[in-house]
Every structure is written in structure tokens, then in C-alpha cells.
């Protein structure tokens, strides 16, 4: 059986007793974990750390081991600029992205996006969102949380500094996905930007364009938008090597 790999959000130093967070306490408890039971916990910063467990009460502590440095990062920085979609398929893309190494995922308030958010219902939705990225890290084997922007609009997003290359999908483009990256050399970072159900409108194809952004054409097919930024991701990803 696997050991357990548990996100812990407080400070953790090898040879310490750490009390766990109630949340973290009742997690260990609903995994049946015992007196004794070998955990590994990290804090999101990278790194990671190996445990005991030990009970007292309800209350949970982890006597912390040694430090390791294992990450599992992509060799490159890869950015998912995702246009919020419909239901709950945010929650979807959000998981795989952080399994296919995603560094940094920005939901996009597209003008097509049928899902607005804002006020108490945008902060309980990125609360939602930060607790899926932890349980993926867990799960996946990343010591490195990915990092989630609030929403913003396509053009306040292009706005923001940055200087990695920056590419569209629109199945009506041109340029295809292989043949961009192909002329961005070594890149150490690539901006990938994905459209809500309907489509980049109008404006922000020309809100793009001005901005210098390359549209690129995935495929011959029409890709819905929670497969669309994860294929591309995992496209990128082989295309460069990383």
C-alpha cells in the first residue's frame, strides 16, 4: 500500500511534532490511519517530509523525519489561461491541470463564459478550487501547489507582465500548434488560452491580436473547452520535452 501523502499548509522543519490542522486530523482518521502509520507531508513550497502519526484524543501530530527535495515539475513553465466554463467543469480542468504539471492556472470571465462570478459565490468557488489543487498534488506525486489567479477578464489578463510566448486556440487559425512552438526556440514558459463553450467572440480575437498573441489550430477537430486547454497542455509538453 501506498504511504499517504498528505498537504499540510503550516511551516514544517524535519525532527519536529507537528499538531495536525483539525481538517488534516480528520482526513487521517477517515483513511483509517493508525498509532504509528507512515505518512509524508508537504506544505505546497516543495520538498517534502516523512511522518509517524500519533494520537491523542481527537487531536492528530505527525513526528516529522527528514527533509526530501523530490519535485516532479515540469522542466518548463506552463500557464493555462482558461475561459470559465459552464457546471462544474471548472472543478475537471483544475484537477488534470494540476497532473499535467500546470504552473499556473488563470480563469478568464470570457464575454461567451454562461458561468459569472463575483462577491461571496467567486470566493467560496476559489476555495473550492484551491482544496481540488491540494488533493491533486497529494495524489499526483507535486510537493508544488499550482498557483491559481483570481478571474479576470481577457483584457486585463493580456495586461499583466509577462514575457513567455502566448497562443490562442482557435480551430479557424492558420498556424497549427507544432509549427508555433517550433519558432519560439527553447522557451522557458508557454501562455496557452482557451475559449469558453461558444468561442472567443469578436473583440477579443482583436483584443488578442493587438496584444501579440499567436492563434494556433489544434488538430482538425473541434475540441470542447474542458479538453481543449488539457490537450494542448499535454501536447506542449511533449513538443518541447519537458
Known amino acids: 500500500m501506498a504511504i499517504p501523502r498528505l498537504y499540510c499548509p503550516q511551516p514544517i522543519a524535519p525532527g519536529a511534532a507537528l499538531d495536525l490542522p483539525d481538517a488534516l486530523a480528520h482526513h487521517v482518521r477517515v483513511l483509517r490511519l493508525a498509532e504509528g502509520d507512515p505518512i509524508v507531508l508537504f506544505d505546497g513550497h516543495g520538498g517534502e517530509f516523512t511522518a509517524t502519526l500519533a494520537f491523542e484524543g481527537k487531536a492528530a501530530r505527525a513526528l516529522l523525519g527528514d527533509r526530501s527535495d523530490r519535485e516532479a515539475e515540469l522542466a518548463g513553465r506552463l500557464t493555462l489561461l482558461q475561459a470559465i466554463p459552464a457546471g462544474d467543469k471548472m472543478d475537471w480542468i483544475v484537477e488534470k491541470a494540476v497532473e499535467l504539471g500546470v504552473y499556473r492556472l488563470q480563469p478568464v470571465a470570457a464575454r461567451r463564459s454562461v458561468t459569472q462570478l463575483s462577491g461571496n459565490r467567486l470566493e467560496k468557488r476559489m476555495l473550492h478550487w484551491q482544496r481540488i489543487i491540494a488533493a491533486a498534488c497529494e495524489q ?3 510537493n508544488r501547489l499550482m498557483q491559481l489567479d483570481p478571474p479576470r477578464t481577457l483584457a486585463e489578463t493580456l495586461t499583466l507582465p509577462g514575457s513567455d510566448p502566448r497562443f490562442m486556440c482557435d480551430p479557424a ?5 507544432a509549427t508555433a512552438l517550433s519558432r519560439t526556440g527553447s522557451p522557458v514558459g508557454v501562455e496557452l488560452m482557451v475559449g469558453p463553450e461558444g468561442g472567443w467572440d469578436n473583440e477579443e480575437l482583436a483584443i488578442a491580436r493587438r496584444a501579440g498573441v499567436d492563434a ?4 482538425s477537430r473541434v475540441l470542447r473547452t474542458e479538453t481543449a486547454g488539457l490537450a494542448l497542455v499535454a501536447a506542449v509538453t511533449a513538443l518541447l520535452g519537458w
Request: hydrophobic letters at 40%; charged letters at 25%; a positive charge.
Open 140 to 142: 499526483c506525486g507535486r
Open 173 to 177: 487559425a492558420p498556424l497549427d500548434l
Open 216 to 219: 494556433v489550430r489544434f488538430g
